[in-house]
């Protein structure tokens, strides 16, 4: 003899599946009452509507006790098991394990790669971590429609994205510095503004949306700068300044990483501009990922410490 067939879901009140399941476990109304934080005629109430619901007794009196029938034993199984579904899918999810292998696609312009990058990679190798990096091309026109898609997760640039579904957050404010070669003929520890002026200058090709520091210059002194050489990025200006006379301006950070590996210096100068805020930037849905929750929280930790 078949079962009979249960109610259509649409039917049926999940808050009485979890007395079902309470008396069920405790055999006693007034103990899956306690269990529940409900009267002990509320849960009566409910198993009226039970029995009417499934068109069975469900449970009968023996002593003290309420015996499940054969009806609800062959409930109780399934409707435990949903029920542990629904409380694990409300749950907060787990911490992010990062032993565990992982990867994460990130937006970095040539100074994070030079700045960031390697320091976070370090800090990895001390944890332990079997996380790896994905690192799309510079920051462009696409990156908006690439983090929708999730081939970009986290961004790290100058340029904000014009996007209410976007979250972000400001972790650095970079100084600018002049660099020029170590042996060069005329600029010594120092310079005045006007003699930084007088110098040519290899310059950073300019981004839409970007803080420019040639229009800051511009703004202030109604000046622009002799410029001889132009480029997309900042890591070329170190070769060109070591094998010429010519002076860039770039992040402090990048400027000291090039003076260890290049020979290079760098040398103070009024330099009219503000610091140029870095900011980090991600869907506004991944907010409550612990993944990438860790990794905000990681990367502002080293920004902290550049």
């Known amino acids: 003899m078949s079962a009979p067939p249960l109610p259509r879901l649409r039917a049926v009140d999940l808050n009485l599946l979890t007395v079902l399941d309470a008396v069920i476990t405790e055999r006693n109304v007034t103990r899956a009452a306690e269990h529940l934080g409900m009267t002990q005629p509320a849960v009566s109430s409910a198993l009226t509507r039970l029995r009417l619901l499934f068109d069975d007794d469900l449970f009968v009196r023996c002593g003290k006790e309420m015996a499940p029938t054969p009806r609800a034993l062959s409930l109780a199984g399934p409707i435990r098991g949903a029920l542990d579904l629904i409380q694990s899918s409300l749950a907060q999810p787990d911490a992010f394990d990062c032993t565990a292998s992982h990867t994460f696609k990130l937006g970095l312009s040539d100074l ?8 976070f990679v370090q800090w990895l190798e001390r944890l332990g971590a079997r996380v790896r990096l994905d690192i799309c091309s510079e920051p462009g026109a696409s990156l908006q429609n690439e983090m929708r898609l999730g081939k970009v997760e986290l961004v790290l640039d100058h340029v ?6 976007f979250r972000r957050q400001r972790v650095l404010d970079l100084e600018f510095v002049p660099l020029v070669r170590q042996a060069h003929p005329t600029v010594g520890p120092s310079l005045t ?23 800051q210059i511009q703004a202030v002194v109604g000046r622009s700068r002799r410029v001889r050489v132009q480029v997309p990025h900042y890591q070329s200006m170190s070769f060109i300044v070591s094998q010429s006379n010519l002076v860039c301006t770039l992040p402090l950070p990048l400027a000291r990483l090039f003076e260890q590996y290049f020979p290079v210096r760098v040398v103070s100068c009024p330099l009219p501009v503000h610091p140029i805020p870095l900011f980090m930037m ?4 991944q907010e409550a990922d612990p993944a990438h929750q860790w990794l905000r929280r990681s990367l502002i930790e080293l920004c902290g410490r550049v």
């Open 112 to 119: 994070g790669e030079a700045i960031l990058l390697p320091r």
């Open 160 to 165: 904000v994205i014009p996007d209410e579904g």
């Open 193 to 215: 503004f006007d003699e930084y002026m007088a110098l040519e200058h290899v310059v950073l090709e300019p981004r839409e949306g970007q803080t420019d520091l040639a229009e």
């Open 282 to 285: 991600w869907r506004g849905c």
